[in-house]
C-alpha cells in the first residue's frame, strides 16, 4: 500500500493532473441534479478535482473532506475554509446535510468489505433525502486496457476488488439507495509504459507484489523485456455510479 502522506507531492503529477481532474468533475457533475447546493467531496486528495468540482456549478457549495494530512493541506490550498481533514468512516457531519457526496478513487483502498459498507453508509447517513452519492467502482479493471503490459501482469496474485460494482450496489442498496445513474471517463496521463510499471511496482503500487520480494522482481524483470519502454499504453477508462436517497 502506498504511503499517500509522501505521495502528496507527486500525486497530481503522476495521476494525469489537469486534463484527469477535469475528466472525473465532469464526469461527476454529469451525475448530480442540477437543483444541488451543496457537495462533499470524500477523500478528495490534493483537491484537485474538488476545486473543479465547485468551479463547475456557480451556485454549488463544495466541501472536502481526506484522512492524510499532507493531501488534507494540498487541498485546503486550492480551496481554503473548505476541506475537513476526517475519516471517511466516521464524517463528522450531521445527517442529511449535503444534497450530493461523491468519493473518487477511495473504496478501492478500503481494507476490508467492512470499511466500504461502513465508508458507503457514511456518505448516506450525510445524504438528504432526494440527494445522489456518485462513486467510482471497478477501478483495478480500468487500468486493464489488453496491452502487453496487463499480459504480462495478468498471471500475479489476484487482489480482491472492495469497489466492485455488483458490491457497491449492494451496500448503497443496504443503506436506502437506489441506482441512478452511469458514466464513463478518460484518465487522461494514466497510460502505462513498462519503465512506469516497473517504478510504481517497486514503490508499492501493486498491493501483492511487495516491493522487494522475489516475486516482484520477476515480474520487473519481464516488464523490463517488453518494446518500446517509455510508450505509454492506451489510457484507462473510469466508471462511475450513482445511487440516489429516496
Known sequence: MLDYDKEAE????????????????????????????SLLDVACGTGIVTRRLAAGRDALRV???????????RAAARMPGAVVLADSRRLPFRDGEF????????????????????????????????GVYVTTVDKGASHNVGSDI????????PSTARDAAELVEQYAG??????????????????????????????????????????????????????????????PVFTVRAFSKP
Open 10 to 37: 507527486r500525486y497530481d503529477a503522476s495521476r494525469g493532473g489537469e486534463p484527469r481532474a477535469a475528466a472525473a468533475a465532469a464526469a461527476v457533475l454529469g451525475l448530480v441534479p442540477p437543483r444541488a447546493r
Open 63 to 73: 466541501t472536502g473532506v481526506d484522512l492524510v494530512p499532507a493531501m488534507a493541506r
Open 99 to 130: 444534497d450530493a457526496v461523491s468519493s473518487v478513487w477511495l473504496l478501492h483502498l478500503a481494507g476490508s468489505a467492512e470499511a466500504v459498507r461502513t465508508i458507503v453508509g457514511e456518505c448516506a447517513r450525510v445524504l438528504r433525502p432526494g
Open 150 to 157: 496487463d499480459a504480462v501482469l495478468a498471471s500475479r496474485p
Open 174 to 235: 443496504a443503506h436506502g439507495l437506489v441506482p441512478a445513474g452511469r458514466a464513463t471517463f478518460t484518465g487522461h496521463g494514466q497510460g502505462r509504459s513498462p519503465r512506469r510499471t516497473i517504478a510504481d511496482l517497486r514503490r508499492g503500487w501493486f498491493v501483492t507484489l511487495p516491493p522487494g520480494e522475489p516475486l516482484a522482481e520477476t515480474f520487473a524483470a519481464r516488464l523490463a523485456a517488453l518494446p518500446d519502454q517509455d510508450r505509454p499504453r492506451p489510457d
